[in-house]
């Protein structure tokens, strides 16, 4: 059995190979609260592929004068995600749309992963940006309420938060997303808070693995 095969037949098996799994701290409530923000929109099925930035380069030592896009991807973060995304390629099939940060790590990050998809285009995205609040980021989805699956490339703890408020409702951080690490949720009749669902989170050194 090639390792592809395997790992698809064993990410429905959460406690399994827990060495490759992020952390998912426990929520105290799956109860969604009232909350004024929040927004869903009706789909068929849409799953979300959730990516966090590759490692970048030490703002300490990177050229003044650089704009205010923030660090690039270290010459190891670019190897890094290419293995990443071929990794990803592997477990899904297909991406329709691809959204990230405006910062630049995040903008790499996203053309490595679209390359690997055919060339897609990324699309900015400004509620991805660290400090955003993740309701902000229904509006964007929204736009593409008919795709099947849709990418987003973004930063902690912006992206815990957002995973964790699409699973259950509470804006409070459970997921820890390590640079180059995804998780996918699925919907299905709408997107809104708590009505997420937890396909797999995975760690990228068993990502790179996966695309050797």
């Known amino acids: 059995m090639g390792f592809a095969v ?3 037949s064993t990410l429905v098996t959460a406690g399994r190979g827990a060495h490759n799994w992020q952390c998912i701290r426990p929520v105290t ?3 969604a609260p009232h909350d004024p923000q929040h927004q869903e929109f009706p789909v068929a099925r849409m799953q979300l592929l959730v990516i966090r930035h590759g490692i970048a380069e030490d703002p300490s030592v990177v050229a003044k ?3 205010d896009s923030g660090p690039p991807l270290s010459k190891e973060g670019k190897k890094m995600m290419k293995r990443v995304a071929a990794g990803l390629r592997e477990l899904v099939d297909e991406i329709d749309v691809i959204g990230a940060s405006p910062l630049l790590r995040a903008q790499q990050t996203a053309k490595i992963v679209a390359k690997a998809y055919d060339d ?6 400004d509620d991805l940006l660290p400090e955003s609040d993740p309701p902000a980021l229904m509006n964007w989805l929204g736009q593409h309420s008919t795709a099947d ?10 992206l815990g938060l957002v ?9 409070a951080s459970r997921v820890d ?3 180059g690490g995804t998780c ?6 709408s997107v809104s808070a708590g009505n997420g669902t937890l396909q797999w989170l995975l760690k990228p050194s068993l990502l790179r693995r996966l695309g050797d």
Request: proline share 5%.
């Open 65 to 67: 004068g650089q704009d």
């Open 149 to 158: 699956v849709v990418a987003i490339v973004g930063h902690q703890p912006n």
């Open 120 to 125: 897609l285009p990324v699309a900015t995205v």
């Open 163 to 171: 995973v964790t408020w699409l699973m259950s409702g509470v804006k």
């Open 29 to 31: 409530t799956f109860t």
């Open 6 to 8: 395997w790992l698809r």
């Open 177 to 179: 997303l390590a640079k």
């Open 184 to 189: 996918l949720l699925e919907f299905s009749e």
